[in-house]
């Protein structure tokens, strides 16, 4: 799980999408959650499988730039190993900095 739950007056917890609580915030139900940036990092949990495909990437890019130096023929399955690591390098990007299996969600309380 991850996320946000909302703490009732009686203890109890159920989950929360930003929708609810932007409508809970605008109309104060609540307080502004405090989220920095260190707590967004903190859910940041990445496993060897990045390495491993970093590793891989870098590996075929290499051979595919060795092969153009040394006037081989590159095959299309190469170059389209090569389009599809650049839509992969394109998507990395922009998921670089989103959390990845946070498993304890955040409480907020309700006033």
């Known amino acids: 799980m991850g996320g946000f739950v909302l703490e009732d007056s009686h203890s109890t917890l159920f989950p929360v999408i930003i929708s609810q609580i932007c409508y809970l915030v605008r109309n104060q139900y609540m307080e502004m959650p405090d989220i920095t940036k260190e707590k967004v990092q903190d859910k940041s949990k990445t ?65």
Do not use: N
Not at 54 to 76: C, H, N
Not at 79 to 98: D, N, P, Q, R, V
């Open 47 to 111: 496993d060897g499988t990045v390495k491993i495909f970093a590793f891989q990437t870098g590996w075929v890019l290499l051979e595919i730039i060795a092969r153009v130096a040394q006037d081989l023929p590159i095959s299309l399955l190469e170059l389209e190993t090569c389009a599809i690591i650049g839509c992969s390098l394109f998507t990395f990007y922009f998921w670089f900095k989103k959390p990845i299996l946070p498993t304890r969600a955040d409480q907020l309380l309700w006033r």
